[in-house]
């Protein structure tokens, strides 16, 4: 198994959806993340969980929603996206202030 | 609040031919300095870090960078690439010291080696 796993890779949802991505990490570490990648723009951190407690939120739209059940597992919940929403999501974790490792992502079109 | 600017969004380069990719970021105290590489339809992957010591950094596949804290630069430079090396490279600063959580990344240089 790949060490952080992201699915579904492709999500395609209209603004009035309500769906998530989910990652499962498979390394043992203590922190989770999720970014934002979208095209000519530098990465976006949106959430980070350390030892399963949200320590970082960078103004994130309530629109999406993370939840972190357990050191292992990592959500994100969407609910009435906009067209500029779409974007590739990153799921990354670590260990400490060890380097980030990342899933493939997730690739979502908001129609 | 440190930043990166990587100044080239595409560098297009010939197959054996050397490359430099240029990083430099902003920082008013001291920093950790990191490379990422993104193939094709996968996520990020750590190619080599500078933390202390040694301002010169080598990656396992050729890569190498160096640390300039006069001319806050991080470049990224390889003597000869390969088709395989087309990848978007991402240059990254942490302040010394702070989690992973607080990594900046650069908009990314998208590197195409044309055979």
Redesign the interface.
Do not use: D, I, M, R
């Given at each position: 198994e790949t060490g952080?796993t992201?699915t579904p890779r492709h999500l395609v949802m209209g603004m009035t959806n309500k769906k998530s991505l989910k990652c499962e990490q498979h390394l043992g570490h203590n922190?989770m993340?999720w970014y934002k990648q979208s095209a000519?723009?530098?990465?976006e951190?949106m959430f980070?969980y350390?030892l399963e407690e949200r320590?970082?939120n960078n103004s994130v739209p309530s629109r999406f929603s993370p939840e972190c059940p357990n050191s292992s597992h990592l959500f994100l919940h969407l609910h009435t996206l906009q067209p500029e929403d779409s974007a590739l999501y990153?799921c990354?974790s670590?260990q400490?202030?060890?380097?980030?490792f990342?899933?493939?992502?997730s690739r979502l079109t908001v129609l | 609040a440190q930043s990166v600017t990587q100044l080239d969004s595409q560098v297009p380069v010939f197959e054996e031919a050397p490359v430099e990719l240029r990083c430099n970021y902003s920082s008013s105290v001291s920093v950790y300095l990191f490379w990422y590489v993104q193939y094709p339809n996968q996520g990020l992957q750590l190619l080599l870090k500078y933390l202390s010591g040694s301002t010169l950094v080598e990656s396992i596949n050729g890569f190498e960078a160096e640390f300039n804290k006069s001319q806050t630069s991080f470049h990224l430079r390889k003597p000869s690439v390969h088709i395989s090396d087309t990848a978007e490279y991402f240059c990254a600063v942490s302040l010394s010291g702070a989690g992973s959580y607080q990594l900046t990344f650069g908009k990314g240089t998208k590197l195409s080696v044309i055979p």
């Open positions: 952080v992201q922190a993340y000519k723009k530098p990465l951190l980070v350390s320590v970082e990153l990354a670590s400490s202030t060890g380097e980030l990342f899933g493939e992502g | -």
